[in-house]
């Protein structure tokens, strides 16, 4: 059973488009959330983070909304670059060292 | 940003050899974490380490694995004796407290044949 679940394997978006990456989780103690981004090759990088107090964050381009009576956040990357395209994981952690990530989803621009 | 780097970038060794993975984490970072991912899948914790001692682990962590950090060089993953299984990417990770970002390094690629 997954703890962390991000819905898409992919998603592909036409540049200036806006991408929507969902995550959803299980466990109610979790309450940090970050989201990593990978290009091929490397290792994730922090993109952007909300914690559980938080129903918004913003960052630039990058937006992300969280529901925590749903259990679900999504990622918005406004006016979407070729740049942009990489694999995108959802991750969590709460009560706990570990920080557990979505399968994630790979976005093409 | 933040570097954790890591020794080698990948090794191919053959089934039933031992294998170490060196990890030079962020220098002011108290908390070491390794990860494993298949084929640019799913990140999948393996342990994570503080002061000394393992805090926790996950049940890919076998008996044949084991890490450590001696003497504040290098923190290491050593695998004896591998498996075809243990071919993977494998991610340290550093932190400066606990729940805190995980700074990753570029990974090691692991080819067991």
């Known amino acids: 059973q997954q703890q962390v679940r991000q819905s898409s394997q992919s998603l592909t978006v036409w540049e200036g488009e806006t991408a929507i990456l969902n995550c959803s989780y299980e466990?109610?103690?979790?309450?940090?959330f970050p989201w990593y981004q990978q290009f091929p090759g490397e290792g994730p990088a922090l993109l952007i983070a909300?914690?559980?107090?938080?129903d918004k964050k913003e960052d630039g381009r990058f937006t992300i909304f969280f529901n925590k009576r749903e259990k679900n956040l999504s990622l918005h990357i406004k006016d979407s670059q070729p740049g942009d395209s990489a694999t995108y994981f959802c991750?969590?952690?709460?009560?706990?060292?570990?920080?557990?990530f979505g399968s994630g989803t790979q976005l093409t621009v | 940003g933040p570097k954790v780097l890591q020794i080698p970038s990948h090794q191919i060794i053959d089934m039933g050899q031992m294998v170490t993975l060196n990890c030079d984490p962020v220098?002011?970072?108290?908390?070491f974490y390794w990860y494993k991912q298949i084929l640019g899948q799913q990140m999948e914790f393996l342990v994570n380490?503080?002061?000394?001692?393992?805090?926790?682990k996950s049940k890919l962590f076998k008996d044949q694995f084991s890490v450590e950090r001696p003497d504040g060089s290098y923190f290491t993953l050593k695998i004896q004796p591998t498996a075809l299984e243990d071919s993977a990417v494998y991610f340290c990770?550093?932190?400066?407290?606990?729940?805190?970002?995980?700074?990753f390094g570029e990974g090691s690629r692991l080819i067991v044949v």
């Open positions: 990770a550093s932190s400066p407290h606990a729940g805190n970002t995980l700074y």
């Open positions: 466990n109610s103690a979790f309450d940090y």
């Open positions: 909300i914690r559980s107090v938080s």
């Open positions: 991750a969590a952690s709460g009560g706990s060292w570990q920080l557990i």
């Open positions: 220098s002011n970072h108290l908390y």
């Open positions: 380490f503080y002061n000394g001692k393992v805090m926790e």
